[in-house]
């Protein structure tokens, strides 16, 4: 097919390579720019030399969807491999299941409740003079009472956000959902599973293409949007235009590797609730690939903080000095005429991978849909 309208794509994290693949299956010609040494972004993964483990490089990707259009898209690119993500969580000196399920209920207060009590039993402990929760904070209190929340929340919260859950939107809790009966699925998406070869090899797949070129290394100035019939943004909004707002805010990870023999903790994540612990969870990565056998391991002790200037950012703040900025950003963005902003820092709100593809898909089929009408005769 012959090519049509040149398209520049900044990042190549999964916004940047499913918006390349498929402007360049509909036959445009795609430059895509990464300024890092490898494609994938933040769901990175490699072999480790001495281990063989495949290790999620900043931190660990569990991919699960509700979508069957992003399942059977992501399956295109690789096998993917039975898993669902059993969390488990280290308070107070003792080991419970996560999310909060009726087996954490029964062994956290000592009982032997069945669905019915453990729901009735958390209304009584609930506070219900919070009607409507705004805060994390409230959010717990309101849904799981005092005990569970200091256990389970709120020293974990305060390491992960470097804040008391009492300043951050309840949002962020309503991520994780409780659950009467024994069902410890971290997840309640319909599917669930791993990359046979990994997230860089899929990605690495969507972007082998004769109409893309990759360019690993290498950044994107505004001024070379111009060479571009259009732009699809995956970098950071306030990067784009130059900070004329300051910098928008987001939490950093720091991964500190530690190679054992055997095995380290007997699952893929475990939980660190307790705030004297500094890391907040530790990942162990061979048990995100089950299906292989390693007889050596690698974890990683996972701390957050703030994060600084040429940190790598993950999870964006969102409180109420950031939302004002972005909104100036977001105005910014709009008067943009050739240039689409994507996925987690292009629109500064914190996706999970299959979120982040399907809007790839949705940010492609639009582009094609307006540019069919003015294709030439
Ligand atoms: N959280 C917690 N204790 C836990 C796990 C999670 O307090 O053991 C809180 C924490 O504030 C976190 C939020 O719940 O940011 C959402 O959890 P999730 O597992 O979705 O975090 P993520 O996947 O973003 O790391």
């Known amino acids: 097919m012959k090519t049509m309208k040149k398209i520049g794509i900044v990042g190549a994290g999964f ?33 480790d030399g001495e281990t063989g483990v495949m290790v999620h490089v900043y931190g660990p990707h569990i991919f699960h969807t509700s979508s069957e259009r992003v399942w059977n898209y992501i399956r295109q690119f690789d096998e993917f491999m ?58 717990a209190l309101r849904f799981v009472g005092r005990d569970l929340y200091d256990a389970f929340f709120k020293g974990y919260t305060v390491k992960q956000w470097g804040m008391h859950p009492s300043e951050l939107p309840a949002s962020i809790l309503r991520r994780l959902p409780v659950r009467f009966n024994y069902d410890d699925n971290y997840y309640a998406s319909t599917y669930q599973g791993m990359p046979r070869r990994g997230y860089t090899h899929i990605v690495q797949r969507m972007l082998d293409h004769s109409d893309i070129a990759l360019h690993l290394g290498t950044g994107f100035a505004r001024s070379m949007a111009k060479e571009y019939d259009h732009v699809f943004y995956s970098g950071p909004i306030d990067a784009w235009f130059g900070y004329p707002e300051g910098r928008l805010g987001y939490r950093t990870l720091d991964f500190v590797t530690e190679r054992h023999t055997g095995d380290y903790q007997g699952n893929p994540v475990i939980n660190y609730c307790d705030q004297d612990i500094p890391w907040t969870r530790i990942s162990e990565h061979k048990h995100f690939s089950a299906w292989e056998t390693h007889e050596n391991t690698l974890i990683f002790k996972e701390y957050s903080r703030f994060c600084e200037e040429n940190d790598t950012p993950y999870y964006p703040i969102q409180l109420a000095q950031e939302k004002s900025q972005l909104k100036h950003y977001i105005a910014l963005a709009n008067h943009e005429r050739n240039v689409t902003f994507v996925g987690r820092l292009g629109t500064y709100r914190y996706l999970d991978m299959h979120v982040t593809i399907g809007e790839a898909l949705d940010a492609a089929q639009r582009f094609l849909a307006t540019r069919s009408h003015d294709a030439p005769m």
């Open 15 to 47: 916004s940047g390579a499913v918006i390349a693949h498929e402007l360049a299956q509909a036959g445009h010609a795609v430059d895509v720019f990464e300024t890092r040494s490898h494609v994938a972004g933040n769901c990175h993964t490699e072999r």
């Open 82 to 139: 039975p898993f669902t993500n059993r969390v488990k969580a280290i308070a107070r000196g003792r080991v419970f299941s996560l999310p909060i399920n009726l087996l954490t209920i029964n062994q956290f207060f000592g009982k032997t409740f069945n669905p019915e009590q453990a729901q009735a039993f958390l209304e009584s402990v609930a506070d219900k003079s919070i009607d409507e929760p705004q805060t994390f904070e409230e959010q």
